[in-house]
């Protein structure tokens, strides 16, 4: 399935060049898009890229060195000195005196590589967005996502899904996913389609369907975390561009079919969604409970709630409790939570608090609250509620797992501020004529 799905990834891409012969004349977004598409191929071909190859590293390690090298080549530097981009500086900042603390400075290295990466893409989609707005610079992407739910279904036909919590969790099923290495990640990427699609919508660039297309791919892959942070983003959508400025009658009618549509989805889906989602209402009924006791005194059922989250997070929390003061504001350094627990954290936040301590987090939440307060001065209401809704859905993502962690997810925060940005500096009138 992962051949088949490089294949589709392939197909598209050169597509796209062909179709928009601008990306080829600008070098940041040919480097862009061709670095964004193949690291993707990459992890598709997860047997192969995920091994180490030279130094410890994987193939995935070296082509994001790869990456950043090339995008900061073409990026014009003056965006370096940007306002904007303090927050990434100060979180790099904090990495390095966290590993200059812990002395976990290969760690500190690859933290900081990441966090350089989302800066890189960051102004590489800025700069796209200056000089081509904002559907032509999507677009090319959006083919990518097309080619990533075409494969998914195709992988749904061909019943090519992947057991995905046989061991964790009391509700087991089945991810489709096209050969991904991880249904998390996949789900990430369907996510971040989901976003551009709805942009696109809003611009009337393409059918008001694919958002709900990409919904229903966010089902299938059936990945709970990234499900239930869409639901949010996916209602709004509908009611931005169906409800909001409508005339009665037709409101009338987008409630009679969004109240269809959700008969129909529950009829289709309803089975499997409840099912996945049986174990939701135990695990925060006991929440305050369970984060309170020690992580030792959970029994079998109580560690599987929730794919073993809250016995995780107990566990990240009791150990930090017990740091130093020095410790607490510094972290235990910078991907070192290896060497206390077999599994990362499943939040953002506690994972940051545990690696980076206060200080991390504290300039973390300054980055998101920077983050949505862009969201808020967008101009035009539609375009502003569509995108406050993403921002909520991503925190809300970032509270079950990691996306800031996964390349998958760095790219889609690095989309995310800069269209924001780019948004929230233009006019009400040149947002609807974007």
Partial sequence: ?????????????????????????????????????????????????????????????????????????????????????????????????????????????????????????????????????????????????????????????????????????????????????????????????????????????????????????????????????????????????????????????????GLLSVTLISFLFGHSILDRFAELGGAFTNLGELMRIDYSLFTIEERRLLSSRLYLWNMYLTEFSNFSFAGSVFGAGPEVWDDFFEVYSHNTFIGVLFDLGFLGLTLLLFLLFKTLMISLTIKELKLKIINVSFFIGFIILANSTMPLWAIEGLYFFAFIYAIFYHLSNITTNECLAV
Avoid: C
């Fill in 1 to 257: 399935m992962a051949y088949f799905s490089s294949l589709m990834l392939l197909i598209a891409y050169i597509y796209s060049i062909l179709k928009h012969p601008y990306i080829k004349q600008t070098k940041v977004f040919f480097a862009l898009f061709s670095l964004f598409t193949f690291r993707i191929i990459l992890s598709l071909n997860h047997e192969i890229s995920f091994k180490p190859l030279f130094a410890g590293q994987s193939l995935n390690s070296i082509f994001s060195i790869f990456s950043i090298f090339i995008l900061f080549i073409f990026v014009k530097k003056e965006y370096f000195k940007f306002k904007l981009m303090i927050p990434f500086y100060l979180i790099i900042f904090s990495v390095l005196l966290s590993s200059v603390y812990s002395g976990e400075v290969m760690g500190g290295i690859v933290v900081a590589m990441k966090w350089l990466l989302v800066i890189v893409a960051t102004i590489a989609v800025l700069q796209l967005l200056k000089r081509y707005k904002t559907i032509d610079t999507l677009i090319p992407f959006y083919n990518i996502f097309i080619a990533i739910l075409i494969s998914q279904f195709i992988s749904l036909i061909l019943h090519q899904g992947k057991d995905t919590e046989n061991l964790v969790s009391s509700s087991n099923s089945i991810s489709y996913i096209a050969g991904y290495a991880h249904e998390g990640a996949f789900s990430i990427l369907l996510f971040m389609g989901l976003f551009l699609s709805s942009l696109l919508v809003h611009f009337k660039r393409i059918r008001p369907i694919i958002p709900t297309l990409f919904f229903i791919g966010l089902v299938i892959a059936n990945y709970r975390t990234t499900l239930i942070s869409a639901v949010l983003p996916f209602v709004v959508i509908y009611i931005a561009y169906f409800y909001l400025g409508a005339k009665k009658d037709f409101k009338v009618f987008v409630f009679s079919a």
